[in-house]
C-alpha cells in the first residue's frame, strides 16, 4: 500500500490528484465499479462458494485486476492500444497484478478482520454480508487508485516532471542507497514492536485479544513511523527540527492520518491472513509477534522514505545546493530519477516539482 501513502503524503503526487476537476471526474468513475461487483456479487453467490476465503480472496481480486486497468485508462485518458505501446508491459502488469490482484486481495482481507474485530461480525460464520462488502469496497478503492495512478502518468507524457512516481522504483532505490539506514529504522522499530506484544500478551486474556494488541501495536507504529517520517524529511536526521515548524494540530492530524490509519490497516491486513487463511489457533502466539515486527518495520520504512521523498522536492524545487550536491542519497536519486545530469562534471536541475505542501 505503498503506493497509497505516496499519494497522500508526497506534496507533489497529493497536489496532482487533488485538483478539483480530478476529484470530480475520479467520484463519476468510482461509481460504476462498485455497482458492478454489487450485480457481480449477486449473480455468482449461488454458484460460486464464496463462503470459502480463498475462493473470495481470488474472486475479489480477479474483479479488482479488471478493475484497475480499466480505471488505470480512464485516468491515463488515452485508449487502449496507446497507453499499452507507451507505458510498456512492465508497467501494465504491475497497475493489474499489484494494484489490481494483490492490493484488491489486502483490502478485502483489511474489510473482513475490520468486521470480526471492530463489530464482532464473523465472516466464517456468517459470510454473506462480510463476502459482499469486501468485493465491493476493494473494487471501489481499487478504482480510485488505479485511476490516480493513471493520472499521474498521463500528467507525466504531457510532460510534466514527476520526481518519484509511485511504483517502488524510488523506494527500491532508496533501499540501495540507504541500506543501512532502513535497517536500523526498520530492525530497531521491529524489536521495540515486539517487546510492546510480549509486554501485552503477558497481561493475559485482554492483552492478547485481537483489539487490545491490534490497537496498541498501531499506535505505536505509528509514532515510530511519525518519528521517521520527519527524521528522513531532516537533512541531518534531527527529526525534532520538522516538528518544531509545525503546530500540535497539524501534527495530530498528520498522526492520525496516515499515520495510525496506515498502521491499523497493514495490521489487520496480516491478521486477516493468519485468521482467515491459516486459520491454526496454536500459530497465534507467533503471529501476533510476527504482524508486531512486520507493522512496525513497514510503517517506519516507508515513513522514512516519504520523508525523504519531500527532502528530495524540496530541494529539487529549490535547485541544488553545494552542501546538498555531497549528499549521496539526495543526488543518487536525483540521478537516477533524471532530475538532474551530472554528465560534464557540473550538475544541473532537469526538472522541478512543484512547491512542497506542509503535511498534515
Not at 296 to 302: N, R, V
Not at 317 to 322: D, M, Q
Request: charged share 15%; proline share 4%; glycine share 10%.
Amino acid at each position: 500500500m505503498l503506493h497509497r501513502l505516496a499519494l497522500r503524503v508526497v506534496p507533489q503526487l497529493n497536489a496532482l490528484v487533488t485538483e478539483p476537476a480530478v476529484r470530480k471526474r475520479k467520484r463519476l468513475v468510482m461509481l460504476a465499479p462498485g455497482l458492478v461487483a454489487f450485480g457481480i456479487y449477486h449473480l455468482v453467490k449461488s454458484s460460486l462458494p464464496l463462503g470459502n476465503p480463498f475462493v473470495l480472496l481470488l474472486f475479489s481480486g480477479f474483479l479488482a485486476s479488471l478493475t484497475a486497468l480499466w480505471s488505470y485508462r480512464m485516468g491515463r485518458n488515452e485508449s487502449v492500444a496507446i497507453f499499452l505501446q507507451e507505458d510498456g508491459v512492465k508497467r501494465i502488469a504491475w497497475v493489474v497484478g499489484w494494484i489490481g490482484l494483490a492490493y484488491g486481495m489486502q483490502l478485502s482481507l483489511l474489510v473482513l478482520m475490520l468486521l470480526k474485530v471492530f463489530v464482532a461480525y464473523d465472516f466464517l460464520l456468517h459470510p454473506e454480508g462480510p463476502a459482499m462488502m469486501a468485493i465491493i469496497i476493494s473494487s471501489s478503492s481499487v478504482t480510485r487508485d488505479a485511476f490516480e495512478l493513471g493520472y499521474v502518468r498521463w500528467k507525466e507524457r504531457q510532460g510534466k516532471k514527476v520526481v518519484t512516481f509511485p511504483d517502488g522504483g524510488p523506494f527500491r532505490r532508496w533501499v540501495q542507497l540507504e541500506f543501512g539506514t532502513m535497517g536500523r529504522w526498520t530492525g530497531g522499530a521491529a524489536i521495540l514492536s515486539m517487546g510492546m506484544a510480549l509486554l501485552l500478551m503477558t497481561l493475559g486474556y485482554w492483552g492478547s485479544h485481537d483489539l487490545t494488541q491490534s490497537i496498541m501495536l498501531s499506535i505505536l507504529s505509528a509514532c515510530l513511523g511519525f518519528v521517521a517520517f520527519y527524521a528522513g524529511k531532516s537533512r541531518t536526521g534531527d527529526w525534532r527540527a520538522g516538528i518544531q515548524e509545525l503546530g500540535w494540530l497539524p501534527l495530530g492530524r498528520f498522526w492520525l492520518w496516515p499515520c495510525v490509519t496506515f498502521a491499523l490497516t497493514y495490521y489487520l491486513v496480516q491478521a486477516g491472513f493468519f485468521t482467515f487463511l491459516v486459520q491454526q489457533e496454536e500459530l497465534k502466539s507467533f503471529a501476533q509477534l510476527f504482524i508486531a515486527a512486520t507493522t512496525a518495520a513497514m510503517m517506519t520504512g516507508y515513513s522514512f522514505y516519504l520523508g525523504r521523498c519531500q527532502l528530495l522536492e524540496a530541494e529539487t524545487h529549490h535547485g541544488i545546493p553545494a552542501n546538498i550536491q555531497s549528499c549521496p542519497f539526495v543526488m543518487g536519486i536525483l540521478s537516477k530519477a533524471g532530475v538532474v545530469s551530472n554528465g560534464s562534471g557540473s550538475t544541473s536541475v532537469v526538472g522541478a516539482a512543484t512547491q512542497p505542501e506542509k503535511v498534515g
